[in-house]
């Protein structure tokens, strides 16, 4: 089942970043990033009205940005076509090549990239996150769900309510993290329940979004035979 997630890549060193931090919208919509032959990177940049006169101020400014040609107007703002060097690091990690994902959206912010993405399954979502990790790249999801035309609206693969709160206050608390970050102890006064209950409810919520993300045991027993 293809899930679309909405993610952010809070890195201020990326491209354009502090570019967009000085835009009164604090945004820069990119697309159609393509690697030329020096190792270089053309993308599609655009911003709003009220942008347009720092944005163009700005470029020279911009280490990173070695050409930038402007396109023209649409109802969707100013585009230009920028010519980016470096951010080997950026790109490598979101190699079409590695995983099975499309990109719907992307702006750059004052905070980082944030991205929309498409990926074919939850392993290539993993893919993804785990090549940002590689690379350095800070990686923070901000919203997942199964179907393309209403990303707005959350997947629970099939947890009950107290199984997705459990595994949202976990997640977030960093209860999954490496040194933990909340103990089991922590979980259990946050959901109001006891260390037992907690641990118990976390156990069935992770067998379940296994199960519903890797296959029923059946399933798996076919590809380890």
Not at 141 to 153: H, K, M, R, V, W
């Amino acid at each position: 089942m293809a899930i679309v997630a909405e993610i952010l890549l809070a890195d201020p060193t990326l491209p354009l970043v502090s570019l967009a931090q000085a835009l009164p919208s604090r945004e820069i919509s990119v697309a159609n990033a393509v690697h030329l032959e020096d190792g270089r990177h053309l993308i599609t940049a655009s911003v709003d009205d009220e942008s347009k006169e720092i944005f163009e101020r700005e470029l020279d400014a911009q280490s990173e940005i070695t050409h930038a040609e402007p396109i023209g107007k649409t109802t969707n703002g100013w585009f230009y076509q920028l010519t980016i060097d470096g951010a080997a690091s950026l790109f490598d990690s979101h190699n079409p090549a590695e995983f099975e994902g499309v990109q719907m959206d992307a702006a750059v912010t004052g905070e980082g990239l944030r991205e929309l993405k498409v990926f074919s399954n939850y392993a290539a979502f993993s893919t993804l996150r785990d090549r940002c990790e590689a690379y350095g790249i800070p990686f923070e999801l901000l919203n997942i769900a199964s179907d393309p035309e209403d990303p707005g609206e959350r997947d629970q693969y099939g947890l009950t309510d107290k199984q997705y709160q459990a595994l949202s206050v976990a997640f977030a608390g960093g209860y999954y993290d490496s040194p933990r970050g909340m103990s089991t102890e922590d979980l259990a006064a946050e959901l109001e329940i006891t260390a037992a209950s907690a641990s118990d409810l976390l156990r069935r919520a992770e067998r379940q979004l296994i199960n519903q993300t890797l296959g029923p045991k059946e399933y798996l027993n076919t590809l380890t035979a």
